[in-house]
């Protein structure tokens, strides 16, 4: 199995402009987070996905900020428009019922905006 | 509130001398707790979890964490310290809230293992 795999890897772009940001689960896993990480706030849950459905999405920042699940093997992360403060390592993680809540994480996504 | 604190930022080891990282949890019922590891520009990788069962749990790389209820910890330690154990270490719990599907993670504890 390739693991978690998130794309790109790096992202560069001016404040203002749409990021969207993608994710490709564990095949068989049922749940789907997306983390941000920064220096200030450490490991943020932003929004979780159980079999493609949003359950809860109470860490999203604010409205620039949305994520879907089109399907179990998909999943993105957008901000619209994008800030400087967006600037983080954006985190992927899936997992499947049978395991005892622990995640496997993609290798992430390091935004920046400028 | 779930939640897990860290309370070193970085802690440094001489090679082959043992390793402590440091956990404490607050949790209402009995916690899910777990350390993950997060090697630079990498995902965090699991090490080891507890969930039941006995207090010492061993997990990857020959790390093993203990888990004190008294003490509300669950310290990581390996016996005998890598240059290539250096790396940002993750304690984390089971948040209890919303189906208790997330984790919630601690700060974070730099561990820096010397020649």
């Known amino acids: 199995d390739a693991g978690v795999i998130q794309s790109p890897r790096h992202e560069v772009t001016e404040m203002g402009q749409e990021v969207t940001l993608r994710c490709k689960p564990i095949?068989?896993?049922?749940?789907l987070f997306w983390y941000r990480q920064t220096m200030m706030r450490g490991l943020e849950l932003l929004i979780y996905?159980?079999?493609?459905?949003?359950?809860?999405d109470s860490g999203m920042p604010e409205d620039r900020f949305s994520a879907k699940m089109p399907n179990a093997s998909f999943s993105t992360l957008k901000i619209q428009p994008s800030e400087p403060r967006d600037s983080a390592v954006y985190f992927c993680?899936?997992?499947?019922?049978?395991?005892?809540?622990?995640?496997?994480f993609g290798s992430g996504t390091r935004l920046t905006v400028v | 509130a779930q939640s897990v604190a860290q309370p070193e930022d970085q802690v440094k080891v001489a090679e082959g001398n043992p390793l402590t990282v440091k956990c404490t949890y607050s949790?209402?019922?009995?916690?899910?707790l777990f350390w993950y590891v997060q090697y630079p520009n990498r995902g965090l990788q699991f090490l080891l979890k507890?969930?039941?069962?006995?207090?010492l749990v061993k997990g990857s790389y020959g790390f093993e964490a203990e888990f004190n209820k008294s003490q509300t910890s669950f310290h990581l330690k390996k016996p005998s310290a890598l240059v290539s154990d250096s790396a940002l270490y993750f304690c984390?719990?089971?948040?209890?809230?919303?189906?208790?599907?997330?984790?919630?993670f601690g700060t974070g504890t730099q561990l820096k293992v010397e020649l």
């Open positions: 993680a899936s997992r499947s019922t049978g395991e005892h809540y622990g995640y496997t």
């Open positions: 507890y969930i039941t069962g006995d207090n």
């Open positions: 996905f159980n079999n493609n459905v949003p359950i809860d």
């Open positions: 095949s068989g896993h049922d749940y």
């Open positions: 949790v209402s019922g009995n916690p899910y």
């Open positions: 984390a719990v089971r948040d209890l809230r919303g189906g208790g599907n997330k984790l919630t």
